[in-house]
């Protein structure tokens, strides 16, 4: 009996080993394991069924030739009460044929229930075996399944901070150059107070005089527009 539970049992893990590397996803594989379980169930529950059936049959057959002997014998007194000896032993041979028959069918039936014994244990353990693994399938379907979500919550947070680190690259250039701008309005302001505006964009080796010159020059336009101003009020 060990044996035959080793050999099914190899054979079935050989299959769904075989089987299971066709799947990616590990909830699958558990299904189809447990598929798989369930069919070979169904099918020793089967086998079971029709050794059952089969050795009733064997039975009923028992019973017919029982009732022939029993009515052998019987014919076999009536014969000898008539007197007809010869009717008598051609009764007993009958007999003798039919209780071959019948220990022959007893033996057979024997065996029988000795193979459904066998079906039943192997059954009522391939059972427990199915239940337990019906349980682990799901505790390892949950499992996987709140591991993915947390890899996944990981992942977005992950991409998240990239997102957020990015973003604050952007405004760490941004204020760069905000700062930048006020540097250079702040100097534009100190050119202008100084009277230096109009040499901004000139090249810094402009000489003393054509600075000087250029103030002058800013100096008459400004007398001219002042003049022109009083005029205007004046008239």
């Given at each position: 009996?060990?044996?035959?539970?080793?050999?099914?049992?190899?054979?079935?893990?050989?299959?769904?080993?075989?089987?299971?590397?066709?799947?990616?996803?590990?909830?699958?594989?558990?299904?189809?394991?447990?598929?798989?379980?369930?069919?070979?169930?169904?099918?020793?529950?089967?086998?079971?069924?029709?050794?059952?059936?089969?050795?009733?049959?064997?039975?009923?057959?028992?019973?017919?030739?029982?009732?022939?002997?029993?009515?052998?014998?019987?014919?076999?007194?009536?014969?000898?009460?008539?007197?007809?000896e010869d009717l008598a032993k051609k009764a007993l041979e009958r007999k003798y044929v039919l209780t071959s028959q019948k220990k022959a069918l007893e033996e057979r039936i024997a065996d029988m229930k000795e193979d459904e014994e066998n079906l039943i244990e192997v059954r009522d353990?391939?059972?427990?075996?199915?239940?337990?693994?019906?349980?682990?399938?799901?505790?390892?379907?949950?499992?996987?399944?709140?591991?993915?979500?947390?890899?996944?919550?990981?992942?977005?947070?992950?991409?998240?901070?990239?997102?957020?680190?990015?973003?604050?690259?952007?405004?760490?250039?941004?204020?760069?150059?905000?700062?930048?701008?006020?540097?250079?309005?702040?100097?534009?302001?100190?050119?202008?107070?100084?009277?230096?505006?109009?040499?901004?964009?000139?090249?810094?080796?402009?000489?003393?005089?054509?600075?000087?010159?250029?103030?002058?020059?800013?100096?008459?336009?400004?007398?001219?527009?002042?003049?022109?101003?009083?005029?205007?009020?004046?008239?």
């Amino acid at each position: 009996m060990a044996g035959f539970w080793d050999r099914l049992k190899a054979s079935i893990e050989a299959k769904l080993n075989k089987l299971l590397d066709n799947f990616e996803d590990p909830r699958e594989q558990l299904d189809y394991a447990y598929d798989k379980l369930i069919q070979q169930l169904h099918n020793v529950e089967m086998a079971l069924s029709r050794a059952i059936t089969a050795r009733k049959k064997l039975e009923f057959e028992l019973e017919r030739i029982n009732e022939r002997i029993e009515d052998l014998e019987d014919k076999a007194r009536r014969a000898l009460q008539a007197g007809r000896e010869d009717l008598a032993k051609k009764a007993l041979e009958r007999k003798y044929v039919l209780t071959s028959q019948k220990k022959a069918l007893e033996e057979r039936i024997a065996d029988m229930k000795e193979d459904e014994e066998n079906l039943i244990e192997v059954r009522d353990k391939l059972r427990i075996k199915v239940d337990l693994f019906k349980a682990k399938k799901e505790q390892l379907k949950s499992e996987y399944e709140a591991s993915k979500a947390q890899v996944e919550v990981q992942e977005m947070l992950t991409g998240l901070s990239d997102d957020f680190s990015s973003a604050a690259r952007v405004i760490e250039r941004a204020e760069s150059k905000v700062d930048e701008m006020k540097a250079r309005a702040a100097a534009l302001d100190e050119l202008i107070a100084t009277g230096g505006a109009l040499d901004i964009l000139e090249p810094e080796e402009k000489d003393e005089i054509e600075r000087e010159l250029g103030k002058i020059e800013m100096q008459s336009e400004i007398e001219e527009e002042l003049r022109k101003l009083k005029e205007q009020l004046g008239g």
